[in-house]
């Protein structure tokens, strides 16, 4: 809850009338369903929808500005949102279907708990690396999703790293075995992979266009032989059944659909989330600014080449599109 409603709002004095309106609204619902003993009655979507935009705009949204629902599902009984409240990624809440309960965010306690635990023992044994097998040249690979705005994130943090470093290290850009973001993810993850493998010295230069703000097409027709990168498309496509299965909803993992084209490197490396970061085979927690990740990577080398010596940017990418920066750093990713 602290996280979206961090997002929605820029001041301490709104987080706490967020929280004080979401406790008055439980509170009150708990009371009447114990009151009157009305059996639950659920409501259409369409109705769980204007009802929480109006709850939304009324009383989680600064003034001045406006949220919508871009996107529904169901998940755990209850609807699930997807919210546009404007500059940043799309936020995604619930609510009960009966309408009376909104959600600004799922939390989930298992995964919390073990990333304290992890925490804590980080915390008391500060000393221990992750030991990451030395060779002349470090093999890097990096699973995203292509609209996760946590891969991007640590996308944009390692640009100037592979454009230090260069062909000093062995760089591959792979995909999460499904996508979360829709069908423009599956399509966007095979522009990408065809770029990797057709034109490869390209592959840099549409990032760095696609990570301002998401256009892929235009950066296609900009930075690539878009022929050859289409026909690469539609062979890779069939061969894989991308689209096929999409449509047929096969071999999907739950709600999402799946992306087979490094499944076995998924598999290989128990790939869980975007952004999964890999060098020489060994699963690397870094932070997503330029320079943690440059120590991270020149760490793999028998002997580190000058470049390593470079001041790259401390400060962190901000998750989604654009190139705007932070000073916090942030593990979360999408899973």
């Known amino acids: 809850m602290k996280k979206i409603c961090n997002r929605l709002f820029k001041n301490k004095k709104a987080l706490v009338i967020v929280i004080a309106v979401l406790i008055l609204v439980i509170a009150a619902v708990i009371a009447t369903v114990i009151a009157d003993k009305k059996p639950y009655k659920e409501i259409g979507v369409a109705e769980a929808v204007a009802k929480s935009e109006d709850f939304i705009n009324q009383f989680l949204m600064p003034s001045g500005s406006k949220a919508s629902v871009i996107e529904t599902s169901e998940e755990y009984d209850l609807y699930k949102l997807k919210i546009n409240i404007g500059s940043e990624s799309p936020v995604e809440s619930y609510v009960s279907k009966d309408g009376k309960l909104f959600f600004p965010q799922a939390i989930d306690m298992d995964k919390i708990a073990q990333e304290q635990a992890g925490n804590n023992n980080s915390a008391s044994n500060p000393t221990v690396p992750v030991d990451i097998p030395k060779n002349d040249k470090p ?57 990797q493998k057709e034109q490869p010295e390209k592959l840099n230069a549409y990032l760095q266009c696609f990570l301002a703000d998401g256009n892929g097409s235009d950066c296609l027709s900009k930075n690539t032989d878009k022929n050859k990168i289409d026909s690469c498309v539609a062979a890779t496509d069939k061969e894989y ?14 709600n999402f ?7 076995a490197d998924n598999e290989k490396y128990n790939v869980g989330g975007s952004p999964t970061l890999i060098i020489n085979g060994t699963n690397v927690q870094s932070g997503r600014d330029s320079a943690s990740l440059l120590a991270s990577i020149c760490s793999a080398f028998n002997n580190a080449p000058e470049e390593c010596g470079q001041q790259l940017n401390t400060q962190s990418p901000t998750p989604g599109f654009g190139f705007d920066y932070s000073n916090t750093n942030t593990d979360v990713s999408c899973n």
């Open 139 to 195: 093999v890097v690979e990096l699973f995203v999703m292509s609209y996760c705005p946590y891969g991007t994130q640590i996308e944009k943090g390692i640009l100037p790293v592979l454009e230090t470093l260069g062909n000093k290290i062995d760089f591959q850009l792979k995909f999460v075995d499904y996508a979360m973001h829709e069908k423009k993810e599956l399509d966007e993850n095979l522009v990408q992979y065809c770029i």
């Open 241 to 254: 059944k991308v689209t096929a299965n999409y449509n047929s909803k096969t071999d999907w993992q739950g």
């Open 257 to 263: 659909p799946g992306f087979a084209v490094n499944k």
